[in-house]
């Protein structure tokens, strides 16, 4: 079975289905464990190195056999770097140097078998991929000391082991002869004769291997996979068993394995496959005999049990009584078999427990252990009676069934708790007891009521004693006069009659003095809160000095007294009324205010008249004039109002200048100076008119000088960049600019990306305000095309860098995927047509390298992929 690269994806059948326990491996850098014995060592990406190290130990006095796979990608002119299978003094996973290091060097003391991909001229690589011996973690082909053996070209077919396929790998080890052998896809390509043992490991009895790769600028994925190892037992298959009369499919692929020979061949459904189903009647050892691609023999050897059914066999268990204590299950049935009880005991309820055998082969059981419920007697309670009166006998048989005795024996003077005790012989039946409350005779408390006034409402008896005796009262409730009332309690209750007397006391009126009319907003003094007559109270609403009020006087609680009135007049005042002034400018004549108001009231004014601001005046009226009261009469002296004119300009140096406005935003009218001037930047005053309470206010008109500019453009991304920017560089004038790319909108960023097309570009620049030249320079970019339709209708057929057509010397390499060379084009012809040596290339990405010049005539090198689309 094989394994092939498609493209970059890798597909590794691998052994699948087996227990791989016997090889013991340890993933280290970037290596993935791809299970079943097969390992990613790199993927292809750049800068990679990984490892993989087993802990099984080798003696080199023995001899020994490796059969593996090795992948090594399918980038062959861009692929790097490759693999080693090292030996080294102990199985601590560790990496050497990445690249031309190959993940190996600097592993010391170390055997290392070297698949070297990539030719790194300083370390004497011949140009081909090729296979090497080396030791103490060198890769240098130019070291005697290190190289122990090639480098010889690892196929002996061809060059290029980078080619998507995977190659079978032999390492065999003559203990006898001291000859290392190294086959590669089936042939003998390189052999070390070394007492490696003692000249490299020093007489070591125990040299650990694994397997390293790298990548570096240039990747490959690298990945290994195990046919047998010679000194590991059961590599693909482990001891197993099944139970009597069934079956069992056991797969023993590897991943080079052509031929399979199982024996015996009793119970085999087939034994020249490598996963037949084995149904043997008795434990049997089977041997499966392995041939791979290269005619390798690797034998695998494993025993399959085949174990009895039995049915585990237990004593039952006796019912219990709900909560009873019960003994653990016997985890070993009567016939020997172990296992484990579920659910958990429970002592509540009847449960079925089931057993579970140890032995696979065995059956499951289950054991019911039946949990009775208490039977708890029931009785009707006995109601509550008087202490001395008759007690009935209490039943002998409960409500649900049980029969029983009492004790102790009735007594009908105190209240008794009585235990029923069922008779002998009914399952799981309970003690249970019967409380028969016996009440003493009472006499019924209350807390005392009064005195109340004549008339009070909401005088109320309780219906229950303060010693919780119920009842009634006798008779109805009486607030006019003193009566005593009689409390008979209920029938039910235990009990004796009572009386309560409650006294009536006659009301009282309070008497207050008259309080004399007062004027509005005059000081109105407390109410007295003790009438003459020596009740005390309190007055409402609160005092009211500004309208006539009637007040109410409230007795305080506990004062048989009822509620009264108090009318307080207040006399509205009145206010002098006076014609207003109007506003005046600063400084105008103010004439003197009248000493006497339109409605008849004379007094004063002050302050004095102030025509500078704004004044209030208060006008005091003269005393004897009755319930009058001062006013206030404001002059406003209004400010000068600051004309507003709308900005105008600016304006570049020449331009025509229209004459300024002689009438404000606000309707100010005046005259500006000095004259209009269009040369410079001035500011000019407006005056306005007399007699409009307005002040001086100006105006500024920039006069901007025109700039002479220049342009500057720079392609700021690489040639063939995905997204070609452009910056533009203004030199001269304020720092304050518009672009244009190609005729499109004018913008304020210097900055253009995403410009595509390999015609001529033009950029201009110009001042934001207009008082300028406008600078252009124009500009080429390099890009290619990212897909190609050869579809033969004339559009978009061939592939070429058109923006190189003005370079004869340029030249273009187009690959597939596997770097082989599909065509080669020049920027000045037609192009590539999708074909290759007169056969359709399928739709998929290619691959291209162009040698162009740049700017400065410098040889340039690009690389990229573009699509083919059918």
Known sequence: MHSKIYGFVVIALCVTGSVMAQLNAAVIGDAIDQGNN????????????????????????????????????????????????????NPTPELGNAGGGVGYEGISPSLVI???TYQNGDLGDPFFDHISIMRNGSPNHNSGASNLSGPIQASATSANIEDGNTHEIKIEWNATTNILSVFFDCELRLTLNQDVKNVIFSGDDSVFFGFVGSTGGLTNIHEVCFNSISFVDNLQIEDDFICEGSSKVIDATIPSGETYSWSPINGVSNPNIANPTLSPNTNTTYTVTIADVCGNITEEEFTLFVLPIEDPIF?????????????????????????????????????????????????????????????????????????GDALAPLPTTSTNGITGTWAPALNPLATTTYTFTPDAGQICAQETTLEVVVNPILTPTFQSVGPICEGDTGVELPTTSTN????????????????????????????????????VVPNEIPVFDAVPPICEGDTLNDLPTISNNGISGAWTPELNNTETT???????????????????????????????????????FIADLPVVSLNGISGTWTPELNNVETTVYTFTPEPGQGCVVSTTLEIVVTEP??????????????????????????????VWTPDLNNLETTTYTFTPNANQCAGQTTLTVEVIPISELSLEVEVVTEPFSDNQTVVATVIGGTGTYEYQLDGGPWVETNVFRRVSGCEEHI?????????????????????????FTPNGDSDNDFWNITCLRNQPNARISIFDRYGKILATIRPTRSGWD????????????????????????????FTSHFTLKR
């Open 315 to 387: 004593d039952a268990v006796a019912p219990i009584c709900e909560g009873d204590a019960l003994d653990n299950l016997p985890t070993t049935s009567n016939n020997g078999l172990t296992g484990t009880w579920s659910p958990a005991l429970n002592n509540t309820q009847t449960t079925t427990y089931t057993f579970t055998p140890n032995n696979l082969c065995a059956t499951s059981t289950t054991l019911e252990i039946v949990v009775n419920p208490l039977q708890f007697p029931t009785f009707d309670p006995v109601d509550p009676i008087c202490e």
């Open 38 to 89: 097969c390992y990613t060592i790199t993927q292809n990406l750049e800068f990679q190195a990984g490892g993989v190290w087993y802990n099984n130990p080798i003696d080199f006095d023995e001899d020994f056999t490796i059969l593996y796979q090795n992948n090594f990608g399918a980038l062959d002119a861009n692929g790097a770097d490759g693999m080693a299978l090292v030996f080294k003094g």
């Open 834 to 861: 999708g074909a290759y040596n007169g056969a359709l290339m399928p739709a998929n990405d290619y691959w291209f390298k162009v040698d162009y010049f740049n700017e400065n005539g410098s040889p340039r090198v």
């Open 550 to 588: 009637i007040y109410t006087f409230t007795p305080s609680g506990n004062q048989c007294a009822v509620e009264v009135t108090l009318t307080v007049e207040v006399i509205p005042n009145e206010i002098p009324l006076f014609d207003a002034v109007g506003p005046v400018c600063p400084g105008q």
């Open 114 to 116: 070297e698949f070297d």
């Open 468 to 503: 919780g005796i119920a009842g009634t009262w006798s008779p109805e409730i009486d607030n006019t006069t003193t009566t005593t009332y009689t409390f008979t309690p209920n029938v039910e209750e235990c009990a004796i009659p009572t009386t309560l007397q409650i006294e």
């Open 763 to 787: 950029i201009r620049a110009r001042e934001s305000s207009g008082c300028s030249n406008v600078a252009s320079e124009t500009f080429r970019i390099l890009e290619y095309p990212k897909f």
């Open 641 to 670: 109002i600051v004309p507003s004119f709308d900005a105008v300009g600016p304006i570049c140096t020449g331009d025509n200048l229209d004459n300024l406005p002689i009438v404000s935003n606000d309707g100010i009218t005046g």
